[in-house]
């Protein structure tokens, strides 16, 4: 089992910035990948970054050069940094780890970005 603890969600205006951490606990080995999801209202749960053990990272479309996802894997931890940030950022973002093909999500953390 994997369970993940998010922080760094809030509210702040159209260009700022915010950082987003996810750190995974319990069975935190061989964990594939992690990285995060947003869900905004009545729209489907989408991609925003993710990054491998490896290292490689993976970003939708609406977010490169805005957004930089990095991980610190002695820590278990990835972090998301949000700049430049729009209202359609607005979202519950979910911290998502795989282990062993198997998808873990946190509980969520809300970012509104107000215009």
């Known amino acids: 089992q994997v369970q993940l603890v998010e922080s760094g969600g809030g509210l702040v205006q159209a260009g700022g910035s915010l950082r987003l951490s996810c750190t995974a606990s319990?069975?935190?080995?061989?964990?594939?990948?992690m990285g995060w999801y947003r869900q905004a209202p009545g729209k489907q749960r989408e991609l925003v970054a993710a990054i491998t053990s490896g290292g490689n990272t993976n970003y939708a479309e609406s977010v490169k050069g805005r957004f930089t996802l990095s991980r610190d894997n002695a820590k278990n931890t990835v972090y998301l940094q949000m700049n430049s940030l729009k209202t359609e950022d607005t979202a519950v973002y979910y911290c998502?780890?795989?282990?062993?093909?198997?998808?873990?999500w946190g509980q969520g953390t809300q970012v509104t970005v107000s215009s």
């Open positions: 319990g069975s935190p080995f061989s964990i594939n990948s």
């Open positions: 998502n780890a795989v282990r062993v093909l198997r998808p873990y």
